[in-house]
């Protein structure tokens, strides 16, 4: 869903943007790439699958980024969600280790674009709709699939049965529940997770 650019500055200043790609990543990437033009001293290095598609540039595993991650920040928690527009991932860890990898199924409604896409479809931003959602009443969505997921809410908006901020907080809240499902089916010991990736900056589905 987007593009990620960390880079270091020669003061040592660290500058990270998030760039939406609109379906295109390889002209935003370039765009990027002309903005920011480097020595050619410079390394770089990559993470993401799909960035070996676009680079013949040294590639690192997403785990192995977010072991590094960890230990920078100084943490050693015993799950690590990661948690973006696309992908919800699993890592149980032991000692800043990934020990295992529990991604969702490929269904759009388990990610977090999806959240996004529904609050458009009801002409909220998704600022609007999780202001919405915290006044929202749980309503029952075929949250299974994206597509009977849609076609429910609209029915219910159409026959006036709900709000969008009902809507707003079923599909948050199912998003919790499908993220909590996936850290059981880890089974594995827990004390402390941290969280990773957008949808950690959404206050109501960490609540």
Known sequence: MTVKWVRQT???EIITEIKSHGGNP???IEKILSD???SIDSCAVVTGQAARAFFNLPYRPQAECLEKALDHNQL???ILLSLGG???SVFPLREGKVRNIISSSKCAA???EFIVQQFQ???LSLEEGLSAAVEGKRVELATRCSVHCKLDATHKLNKGQCSPGDIADSLVYDLAKKVSEMVEAAQWLIAQIVIAGGVSKNELFLE
Do not use: V
């Open 10 to 12: 020669a003061s040592g």
């Open 26 to 28: 390889s002209d935003t």
């Open 36 to 38: 920011h033009k480097s």
């Open 76 to 78: 050693q928690p015993d």
């Open 86 to 88: 696309e992908t919800f």
């Open 110 to 112: 388990g990610t977090g």
């Open 121 to 123: 479809r009801m002409g």
